[in-house]
Each structure stands twice: as structure tokens, then as C-alpha cells.
């Protein structure tokens, strides 16, 4: 960016199958001692840390579908305390009586559109919410937009940063940018292909199906806001958005960045500096 000092966070993301064999350095940053949402393994691993999500941990079902963790059309919730689900019994009331929705009630749409559905008990900020979609068959429409690797064959979904020590290639990275940052992307970008960036975003599942499995399936860099999960679970820098991209087209920006610099002078736009003077909320 060719600003001294200045910092852009970023993930790699690492899909490992079933046959896959996953590296002991990798192996050794799984815990279940807590469950993480895609969008605090996301938060984490810019702060340096590194996390290996499997089913055992993943604290969001839908990110457990989208990664292809679980079957979308699993009838049995998953076990023990799950970040997410958690949210949706503390505002419930229901104490242990709550009962979990599994994959299959996010596929039918019960969970999305929890008020339409007559299940307000899935609803995340108590009796007033009307759900993150109208109505049953708008949920549906809207999942069915969104990229998710099914059927399942994921065993672990890795999570880290240019901090942890391995040979380990990513499959996609997401960068968090400020909007003046995003314009010097764009233009690198630009520069080097002469192509335009889309963005496919949604309301919600923004980093897991939006800024993951979107690149991954589709080769192509994919930019979009973070969603209310990730404001709100994975308190997510309210100033920035995420650009996700397969590895391969990392690479090619970030050599894109360096070349494009005297035609797209960063330092010079407004605003370019400000995140050196700010604390930045994602440490």
C-alpha cells in the first residue's frame, strides 16, 4: 500500500477432507474446550492465532453446513453447547427445555424465518424479532443463493494467519479492507487484468459461504460486507468488509499492488493513514 506501518488484516483458510491428512502443527490448534463461529476463527486468526474447526467445534450450524461439516438435511442437532444455539436459549427463556435446531430446520428455512415458521424460539434478540427473513419460502430462495460444499465431506476447515509457522498452502484468503482500501484493490487489480471485482453478498453467512466457499467453487474474487452474525457474534471491525479470493488470485494481487503503486497512489488518498492513528478494533 506503500503507507509505512500500515497493517491489512487477513485469513487463510485450509479445507482438508476426509482422506486428506492434516499436518501435526495443524492438528495441535484444534480445542473443544469452546466453540468458534467461521467469523471468530476469521477475528482470531488476524489477531495471530490459529484455529482448526471440525464438527466437534464449529459453533455455528450454518457454517458447519456451508463447509460442508455436516449433511444440510440432518435431522439431529448437533451436541452440547454451540455458540449460536446458545444465543437462541439464552433469549428463549426456555432454560434446558430448548431444543437446538439441526441442519435439516436451516435447510427447511425454520431457522431464517423463525417468526413465520412458528418457531420464535430460534429467533437471536428475544420476542420482538421478526427473523433474518420474512417469510419460509424467502429463506429458502436465499440459501439457495448461497455456495455450500454439500454433501459433506469435510472433516476440518483451518484458520490462521502469516504469524503461524507452515508450508501449509491456503485454499482462500480474505482480506479485511477499509473502503479506501478496497478502492486501491480494485485498481491494482484493474491494473493487472483488466477486469472488474464482483460482489455476491447476502444477509446472511457472509464470511463462511460469501467470502470462502464462494471463491473456492467459483475461482473468482468475491467482495462483500460482513454480515449480522459477524457483527454482532464476531465483532468484526465495523470499518472494514471482506475480499475473499482463491490463493492463486492473492498472489497475482498482491504482485498486482506492488506493480499498479505509481498509478495509484494510496498514500495520497484521503483517509489512506487514518487506521495508523486509530486503535484498530481488530486487536
Known amino acids: 500500500m506503500n503507507v509505512e506501518g500500515l497493517r491489512v488484516p487477513f485469513t487463510a483458510v485450509k479445507f482438508y477432507r476426509f482422506e486428506d491428512e492434516i499436518p501435526k502443527s495443524v492438528c495441535e490448534q484444534f480445542t473443544d474446550e469452546l466453540t468458534f463461529t467461521s467469523c471468530q476463527a476469521h477475528r482470531q486468526s488476524m489477531l495471530g492465532d490459529s484455529l482448526l474447526l471440525m464438527k466437534e467445534n464449529v459453533g455455528c450450524v450454518a457454517a458447519a453446513i456451508t463447509f460442508g461439516l455436516v449433511d444440510k438435511n440432518d435431522p439431529n442437532p ?4 454451540r455458540v449460536y444455539t446458545d ?102 487489480w484493474s491494473f493487472q487484468t483488466g477486469e472488474r471485482i464482483a460482489g455476491s453478498m447476502g444477509a446472511v453467512r457472509a464470511v463462511n459461504s460469501d467470502l470462502v466457499v464462494r471463491p473456492l467453487l467459483t475461482g473468482e474474487i468475491n467482495v ?30 498482491t504482485l498486482a499492488l506492488e506493480r499498479s503503486k505509481t ?21
Do not use: H
Not at 124 to 136: A, C, I, Y
Not at 263 to 283: I, K, N
Open 78 to 81: 448437533l451436541n452440547g453447547s
Open 87 to 188: 444465543i437462541m436459549k439464552e433469549q428463549s427463556g426456555k432454560g434446558e427445555a430448548f431444543a437446538a435446531p439441526s441442519p435439516k430446520d436451516f435447510t427447511d428455512g425454520k431457522v431464517y424465518a423463525c417468526r413465520d415458521a412458528g418457531f420464535q424460539e430460534y429467533a437471536l434478540f428475544g420476542e420482538e424479532d421478526v427473523g433474518r427473513m420474512e417469510t419460509v419460502e424467502k429463506a429458502r430462495r436465499a440459501m439457495a443463493e448461497m455456495p455450500a460444499l454439500q454433501p459433506a465431506n469435510t472433516k476440518a476447515v483451518f484458520f490462521y494467519s502469516d504469524e503461524f509457522e507452515t508450508d501449509v498452502e491456503p485454499d482462500v484468503a480474505i482480506a479485511a479492507l477499509r473502503p479506501v482500501e478496497l478502492t486501491r484493490f480494485v485498481g491494482a
Open 224 to 253: 462483500a460486507p460482513y454480515c449480522v452474525g459477524a457483527r454482532m457474534i464476531g465483532k468484526l471491525d465495523p470499518n472494514r468488509m471482506g475480499v475473499g479470493m482463491p490463493f492463486a488470485k492473492f498472489r497475482e494481487a
Open 263 to 283: 498509478g495509484y497512489p494510496f498514500e495520497q488518498f484521503p483517509g489512506a493513514r487514518d487506521a495508523l492513528a486509530e486503535t484498530d478494533s481488530t486487536r
